[in-house]
Each structure stands twice: as structure tokens, then as C-alpha cells.
């Protein structure tokens, strides 16, 4: 079973506009010129090709490591400032997944793309394997064993830049298998509750951005997903939601949202560090106040182990 990404999407969406600033700001010189060293998924890209695409105007490209999950994706935030009030910068990603992703991974992915209102797809022949608009402006490529997304910055444009990119997939180095991390480790327990059995797999994904513990049982899925940066839109997005339960983590009032489809968001601190639970499938009357005795229990580690947040790790 694949964990859905729109959440995941929107929070990274949040981080361009939100204030927050990701950690690896890329001066456009670095992107240019010569034999680059590839690495990153900002590394796909040169500025000036960039600003050919979009028509002129001046191109930064920001590293993000995320959204973790399954697969993980390493992002690349594009701001576009043409330098006038008509057409003001307005920051989109670009995204690859960094994990081995099969035809059958990709399928599944545009099946819960399908699950979670979006669609449905419009195919884009001759890029990649596979490539389809999930929504207007949302690009997914599926080509070399990665998926590319675009979202933003247009249809035609996103085609070109994918285009673009797509034959440079193959110099990406393969992402990291993830272990476990002793913060996930500790709430094992509570997660186990949640699942209603011992969990069978554990992984927790960790980049410079974001942490996301994972706890499988079977085809039930939970994971729990850190990320050290406010989250506006994260927030209205879940207030929205039908059946959105206003609930109180860690000692707070009014810090969280409980959703009937096994989702739990909440927030600490004056940076508003945000945690987003996924427990999939849920079943509300069963498992509602475990899901939230989950996040009551992660929420006195929460502002240490955010990724941006938290203590550097030790070498």
C-alpha cells in the first residue's frame, strides 16, 4: 500500500510561501557551466534553460530535501522573477523521487492521486515511460526507474522543463536505504496501539528537512512525518476537511486536528514545528484516540528532533 502524497505536496508548497526558509539556498552560478556534479535535484537544472522556458526574467533554485515517504522526493523550489508587480514571483517545485519506483509503484501512486480527488489524469505522450497531468499544472513523469513531478508554472512550460530533465534522471545517485531513528523508536509502543498488532516494518526516512517515522502491520500502514517549519497552508487545508476535529496535543489547546480518514496534524512551539499522522486504513471509532495518544506522546521530543529545528547531529 503507498502512502498518499497531496498533504505531503501542499506542505512543501507551504514552506515557499509560508516564511519558512529551506536550508540550502543554490546561487544560480552554481547550476552553470562545465561538468556539474549531480546530486540533488536542483543539480537537474540550469538557470539560464530555466529562464528560456519561462520566458526570461531571473531564475534561483532552492534545495529541499522532501517530502518523505514512499517513495521520498528531493525537491527542487523554482522562483521565476520576471521584476515586475504584473508578474510577481510565485515559487513552484519541481520534484524527484529519490527511492527505486516500479511500474506497478507508479500506477498506484496515480490510483491514490485518483483516491484523494484528483483527476482525472490527461496522458502527455513522448515524455518518459509514462507522464500524465494529474490535475491542470500538476506534471507527474514516471522515466528511469524516478518519478518527476511539476506543479506550477504552467502546462506547456512544465512539459519543457520536464523535457528537459527527464534525460538527466539517470545521473542522480540512488537515495539511501533508511534505518530507524531512536525519536520514532521511542513511541513504538503508542504507534503498535494504533496499529492494533506489533509492527512488521519500520522505516524512518531522515533528510535535512524532514523525518517521517513509518510502522507497517500487514497492508495497514502509520506513519508520523516532522517537519521544522510552519505550515499555513497544511493548517487550513486540514480545518477544511469534512469531519475536522479540533484536538489538544502535548499539554496545548487547540494545537491539532483530528480527520476521520486516520489523520492527525498538530503544532509546538513559537515556530510552529508541525507534525502530520497517517494511519491507513482507520477506522474512526476504533482507532481515533489512539491515533491521538500517538501524537500526545511524541509531542515532548517534538522541537528536538525537527529537522532545522533540533540539536545538529553529532560526528
Known amino acids: 500500500?503507498?502512502?498518499?502524497?497531496?498533504?505531503?505536496?501542499?506542505?512543501?508548497?507551504?514552506?515557499?510561501?509560508?516564511?519558512?526558509?529551506?536550508?540550502?539556498?543554490?546561487?544560480?552560478?552554481?547550476?552553470?557551466?562545465?561538468?556539474?556534479?549531480?546530486?540533488?535535484?536542483?543539480?537537474?537544472?540550469?538557470?539560464?534553460?530555466?529562464?528560456?522556458?519561462?520566458?526570461?526574467?531571473?531564475?534561483?533554485?532552492?534545495?529541499?530535501?522532501?517530502?518523505?515517504?514512499?517513495?521520498?522526493?528531493?525537491?527542487?523550489?523554482?522562483?521565476?522573477?520576471?521584476?515586475?508587480?504584473?508578474?510577481?514571483?510565485?515559487?513552484?517545485?519541481?520534484?524527484?523521487?529519490?527511492?527505486?519506483?516500479?511500474?506497478?509503484?507508479?500506477?498506484?501512486?496515480?490510483?491514490?492521486?485518483?483516491?484523494?480527488?484528483?483527476?482525472?489524469?490527461?496522458?502527455?505522450?513522448?515524455?518518459?515511460?509514462?507522464?500524465y497531468f494529474v490535475t491542470p499544472g500538476f506534471l507527474q513523469v514516471y522515466a528511469e526507474g524516478r518519478v518527476l513531478r511539476i506543479h506550477g508554472g504552467g502546462d506547456e512550460n512544465a512539459i519543457s522543463l520536464a523535457a528537459l530533465v527527464v534525460p538527466r534522471l539517470a545521473q542522480l545517485p540512488p537515495g539511501a536505504e533508511p534505518g530507524t531513528q531512536p525519536a520514532c523508536d521511542a513511541v513504538t509502543p503508542q504507534a503498535e496501539a494504533v496499529l492494533g498488532e506489533p509492527a512488521t516494518v519500520r522505516r524512518d526516512p531522515l533528510t535535512r528537512d524532514e523525518l517521517r517515522c513509518e510502522w507497517r502491520a500487514g497492508e495497514t500502514v502509520l506513519t508520523a512525518t516532522v517537519r521544522g517549519h510552519g505550515d499555513e497552508m497544511g493548517r487550513v487545508w486540514a480545518m477544511d476537511r469534512p469531519g475536522a476535529e479540533v484536538v489538544h496535543i502535548g499539554g496545548l489547546r487547540d494545537n491539532g486536528v483530528y480527520l476521520p480518514s486516520g489523520r492527525v496534524y498538530f503544532w509546538m512551539g513559537h515556530r510552529q514545528v508541525g507534525m502530520y499522522l497517517l494511519h491507513v486504513p482507520h477506522d474512526p471509532e476504533r482507532d481515533r484516540d489512539y491515533l491521538v495518544a500517538l501524537a500526545d506522546a511524541f509531542a515532548p521530543s517534538l522541537l528536538d528532533v525537527a529537522p532545522r529545528v533540533g540539536p545538529a547531529p553529532a560526528h
Open 1 to 131: 500500500m503507498r502512502v498518499r502524497f497531496i498533504a505531503a505536496l501542499a506542505l512543501v508548497l507551504a514552506a515557499c510561501g509560508s516564511g519558512a526558509s529551506p536550508v540550502s539556498h543554490t546561487a544560480p552560478a552554481a547550476k552553470t557551466g562545465g561538468e556539474r556534479a549531480v546530486a540533488r535535484a536542483c543539480d537537474l537544472l540550469d538557470p539560464a534553460e530555466v529562464s528560456d522556458i519561462y520566458g526570461g526574467g531571473e531564475v534561483h533554485l532552492t534545495d529541499y530535501a522532501g517530502p518523505v515517504g514512499d517513495p521520498s522526493f528531493d525537491s527542487c523550489l523554482i522562483t521565476v522573477d520576471h521584476g515586475t508587480t504584473t508578474r510577481p514571483p510565485r515559487p513552484f517545485p519541481l520534484q524527484v523521487s529519490m527511492d527505486p519506483v516500479t511500474p506497478a509503484d507508479h500506477l498506484e501512486m496515480l490510483e491514490d492521486h485518483a483516491d484523494d480527488d484528483l483527476g482525472p489524469t490527461s496522458e502527455v505522450h513522448g515524455l518518459g515511460d509514462a507522464a
